[in-house]
C-alpha cells in the first residue's frame, strides 16, 4: 500500500508533532477515560519514539501495566491488531487475565513476525 491516508484504517502513515502541538500531547492523547478505557498506540509514546515501531511496543506495555495498576480483574478487548494491540494483549495475556483481540482488517500488525515480514495474515 502507497496511499496510506486513504485507508480508513490508518488515516495517515504515522503521527508527527504539528506546529503548535508538543510531546505533552501523546501524553494527553493517553491518558485513560474512566480507568476503562485505556489507549496504546505509536502516536502515545512520548518517551523519544513515537511513529516507531518501538514507540508502538513500548506503549502497549504500558497499557498493559496500567490495567495491572488500576486492579481491573476481568476480560480485557484489545482493538487493533497492529503492534502496540500485540504487545499489550501478550503482556496482558501474561498476566492470567483473558484477552480478546479485535482487528479490523484481514492482517495482523505492520511490520510484525519474526521473519521481518511486513505483513501477517491472521490465521
Ligand atoms: C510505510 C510505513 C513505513 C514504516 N517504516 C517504519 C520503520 O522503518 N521503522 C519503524 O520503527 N516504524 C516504521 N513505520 C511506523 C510503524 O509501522 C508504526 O509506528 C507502527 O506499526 C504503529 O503501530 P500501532 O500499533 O501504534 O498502530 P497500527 O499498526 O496502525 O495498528 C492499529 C490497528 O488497529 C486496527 N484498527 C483501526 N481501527 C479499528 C477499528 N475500528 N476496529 C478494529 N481495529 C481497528 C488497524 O487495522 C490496525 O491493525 C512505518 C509505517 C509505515 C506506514
Redesign the pocket.
Known amino acids: ?1 502507497t496511499r ?1 491516508a486513504e485507508d480508513p ?2 488515516l495517515g ?2 503521527s508527527y508533532l504539528a506546529v503548535g502541538s508538543s510531546p505533552a500531547d501523546r501524553d494527553a492523547l493517553a491518558e485513560p477515560i474512566d480507568d476503562r478505557l485505556l489507549f ?4 502515545t509514546s512520548s518517551g523519544g519514539y513515537p ?6 511496543l513500548r ?2 506495555v504500558r497499557e498493559a501495566e496500567r490495567v495491572g495498576a488500576l486492579g481491573i480483574d476481568g476480560p480485557v478487548v484489545v ?8 504487545a499489550a494483549a501478550a503482556a496482558i495475556a501474561g498476566t492470567g487475565l483473558g484477552v480478546t483481540v ?4 484481514d ?5 510484525c513476525g519474526p521473519t521481518g515480514r511486513w505483513v501477517c495474515p491472521l490465521t
Open positions: 500500500m496510506w484504517f490508518a502513515s504515522y496504546a498506540g505509536e502516536a511513529g516507531t515501531v518501538h514507540g508502538a506503549s502497549g482493538v487493533g491488531a497492529g503492534v502496540a494491540g500485540l479485535v482487528e479490523a482488517r492482517r495482523m500488525a505492520v511490520g
